[in-house]
């Protein structure tokens, strides 16, 4: 029903930048409901943790990236970015893009495959 595709990963120093992208697609005809879009990531040996949302245009952030981290997104061009500057060592992880569909009483989540982020010191 929705496909989630992340781009833009890769290998930067500390204190570079990286933009991530998620595709969105959604496949079939799907009821009208309520979507947020977020990013998590998760590191090695760790589980997977929230890094970002935004909700009706309005961005939260975990309290590890705030001030470093942009979440926003295109809703004509399906996209969902994660603009990533000042990166630490501690940001190396995989990173992943998720859809919550709200749907009254019923929630569906759906993930993509992620992409990998390194940093080196």
């Known amino acids: 029903q929705v496909q989630l595709v992340e781009s833009g990963g890769g290998s930067a120093q500390a204190g570079g930048s990286l933009t991530l992208s998620c595709t969105v697609s959604r496949v079939g005809v799907l009821p009208p409901c309520r979507e947020l879009m977020s990013w998590f990531r998760q590191a090695p040996g760790k589980e997977r943790d929230f890094v970002s949302v935004?909700?009706?245009?309005?961005?939260t952030y975990s309290d590890s990236v705030k001030g470093r981290f942009t979440i926003s997104q295109d809703n004509a061009k399906n996209m969902l970015y994660l603009q990533m500057n000042s990166l630490i060592p501690e940001d190396t992880a995989i990173y992943y893009c998720k859809m919550t569909r709200l749907c009254g009483l019923r929630t569906n989540n759906f993930w993509g495959q992620g992409t990998q982020v390194t940093v080196s010191s």
């Open positions: 935004i909700n009706d245009g309005t961005p």
